[in-house]
């Protein structure tokens, strides 16, 4: 009897040691429920992006909560305003001026620029005429891929690579839409060679890795806001920024708050040549420092040593606790931004659709 009721305690033991079952998950049909419910009401094809949405979530099987639905629908909201392919003011001005740019870097004389666009495209239309219609970045993806497959000139001046970095309906880089469907198996039906690119300016494909992005990565953030400004500066840069900031107390060396611990160039950049600085103090070897830098673009950077010991030496040099996400200080840079933003007022703007979308859901 006494040997069962030990065994009995330690079950229980185990029991409290172990996470609890998750509750059971939600079926596809209350999800497009609720997000229906969410989506603000000037929202238009409700149903396309509510199926969208869903079969989002169920394929990253990501949980489906109210707060995690709004954080989507609040992305989607700022980045296109529900709209799949959003338009781009004034976009064949901004694409011409780019092509110029970068036929000067590459030396090419202006008369050969004006001879190549105006070339027949695919379409009949040349390409001068197709760029200058050009009213969003899928057509625009469109008409560089025309250019750089059919014209020698194309190839030269884009190095057989499509400009138009990112696109559709929540903005994703392309870049991370082909490692993330290289990781990952792709739930949508491709045709034979179709690229990953031309998903992304899809409903179905936008949504699908555009939440990815934004949820399909663990963090210790207590808030939503950090993950919106990481939706916009890149993977824990909120939490890399606050990481500077407590590199800055402990070393006395000022910092950009900006989320890039390294510089992947090759060269010691700013926060690590402030790290190596205390390095004594950390008890850490300029090696030790660099691996752990080099683990800023996941969870487990979380644990190592020279994450811990930062810390401790910074918040005993404030004599107080510091946070452990912040907003990068980021301005953002792009040909289609004609005022100054920064991530802090991307970070900003999106909570607020957030806030506004936990209300229509009552939370």
Excluded at 111 to 132: D, P, W
Excluded at 225 to 238: C, E, K, P, Q, T
């Amino acid at each position: 009897m006494r040997r069962i009721l030990i065994l009995c305690v330690l079950s229980l033991l185990a029991g409290c040691a172990t996470p609890s079952p998750t509750k059971p998950a939600r079926s596809p049909e209350q999800i497009r429920a609720q997000v229906q419910q969410l989506l603000p009401a000037r929202a238009e094809n409700r149903d396309a992006w509510a199926s969208s949405i869903t079969d989002a979530f169920v394929a990253l099987q990501l949980d489906a909560t109210a707060p995690h639905l709004c954080a989507a629908l609040a992305v989607a909201e700022q980045e296109s305003g529900f709209a799949v392919d959003p338009p781009v003011a004034g976009l064949g001005k901004i694409a011409r001026a780019e092509i110029d740019k970068r036929a000067s870097a590459h030396h090419i004389p202006q008369f050969m620029v004006n001879a190549t666009l105006g070339i027949a495209s695919s379409n009949g239309k040349s390409y001068a005429e197709r760029i200058a219609a050009a009213r969003t970045e899928r057509e625009l993806s469109a008409i560089y891929e025309d250019l750089i497959d059919r014209v020698p000139l194309g190839e030269r001046l884009f190095a057989d690579a499509n400009p138009v970095k990112t696109g559709g309906p929540m903005q994703v880089s392309i870049a991370f839409a082909e490692r993330y469907a290289h990781d990952h198996p792709y739930p949508y039906p491709l045709l034979p060679r179709e690229p990953i690119r031309h998903e992304v300016f899809t409903l179905r494909g936008g949504v699908y890795f555009g939440i990815a992005h934004l949820l399909g990565y663990p963090v210790s953030y207590d808030r939503m806001i950090f993950r919106f400004a990481d939706f916009n500066a890149g993977f824990y840069a909120s939490r890399n920024a606050a990481f500077q900031n407590a590199v800055a107390i402990a070393s006395g060396r000022p910092l950009a708050l900006d989320g890039d611990l390294i510089d992947f160039g090759g060269d010691v950049g700013k926060t690590e040549s402030a790290v190596r600085s205390i390095k004594n103090d950390l008890d850490l070897s300029d090696s030790q420092i660099r691996e752990a830098l080099e683990r800023g673009d996941s969870i487990d950077f979380e644990k190592t040593e020279l994450y811990e010991r930062v810390y401790a030496l910074a918040e005993k040099k404030r004599h107080a606790a510091l946070p452990r996400a912040m907003i990068p200080k980021i301005d953002l840079a792009s040909p289609k931004i004609t005022r100054k933003l920064t991530t802090q007022w991307y970070a900003d703007r999106v909570e607020g659709r957030y806030r506004a979308c936990l209300s229509r859901a009552g939370a």
